[in-house]
């Protein structure tokens, strides 16, 4: 009775995390990763536990959102080319480093994209693609790869950072933003980080199945109700999501702080 307890608890949260996650594009780790901790995981176990869960988060996505056939391959391949080696650089790094003053201010950075996307009322609404020249592709380029460093090497929000870049940057809508967050952050980069995490730490792999099964359902959920419902609620949800997971790094981070 434990064990369906136990496993039930985490399809419900995979589920509820990855539905709204597929709606903002990024911010399943925030459910996901502290709840592993309460039930008893070291954070490095829960952290490889959640990477190699979070892979299926790309995959319900990528499953709604090929029915679409609105994807530039071009594009597709630029944002993995310039993300996946910091995806392996950070995941590398994040279990020999202290986290408490990253997390911190990775915190206070994720809620301020919340507030910015509030500030600019229009943001994101229509699309308005910019930023395509050479100069242009070097920087957002380069943005990135620091995004995929800090993607690789923490446990959530960072798919939110990717979401904002692209429509700032770029010009994409938010709709658009999300899909191409949800397939190549959710699925590629989750698959790179996973890999490179978990070869330094085992995961617990009785809980996996629960927490996959949910997070593909959940983010086929999530991407379906973005698609449908359009780049406002898609708006609101990023807003929304980015300053609660904000909050809650900015808290792990003080606690962790006030403990070392």
């Known amino acids: ?35 592993l901790l309460f039930l008893g995981l070291s954070f490095n176990t829960a952290l490889a ?16 959102h090929m029915k679409e056939g609105n994807l ?6 630029f944002v993995l080319l310039c993300g996946l080696p910091g995806v392996i650089l950070g995941a590398d790094i994040i279990l020999t480093i202290p986290e408490g003053w990253t997390i911190f201010s990775l915190g206070i ?64 809508d938010y709709k658009t933003a999300v899909t191409y967050v949800l397939i190549l952050v959710g699925l590629f980069w989750n698959s790179a980080g996973a890999i490179t ?31 449908t419902q359009g780049n406002t609620l898609v708006k609101r949800a990023f807003e929304a999501l980015t300053i609660i997971v904000g909050i809650k790094l900015i808290t792990d981070g003080v606690l962790i702080l006030s403990t070392v």
């Not at 307890?5 to 911010?27: C, F, P, R």
């Not at 536990?49 to 709604?64: D, Q």
């Not at 790869?145 to 994409?172: A, D, E, H, K, P």
């Not at 983010?219 to 379906?224: E, I, K, M, N």
């Open 1 to 35: 009775m434990d064990m369906i307890i136990e496993q039930g608890t985490l399809l419900l949260l995979s589920l509820v995390a990855n539905t709204l996650s597929a709606m903002a594009g990024g911010g399943a780790g925030l459910l996901q990763l502290p709840v």
């Open 49 to 64: 536990t959640h990477k190699i869960a979070s892979v299926a988060l790309g995959i319900g996505a990528t499953l709604r």
């Open 72 to 77: 530039d391959y071009r594009f597709c391949g």
């Open 197 to 227: 995490v978990s070869l330094q730490q085992a995961p617990r792999w009785e809980w996996l199945a629960a927490l996959l099964i949910g997070a593909t359902a959940g983010s086929y959920l999530g991407a379906h109700l973005a698609i």
């Open 109 to 172: 950075l994720t809620s301020s994209l919340g507030i910015y996307s509030i500030l600019k009322g229009s943001l994101g609404l229509t699309a308005e693609p910019k930023n395509r020249d050479r100069r242009g592709m070097v920087i957002g380029g380069l943005t990135l790869f620091m995004i995929g460093i800090l993607n690789g090497s923490l446990t959530s929000g960072t798919g939110l950072f990717v979401t904002l870049w692209l429509v700032r940057w770029f010009g994409l």
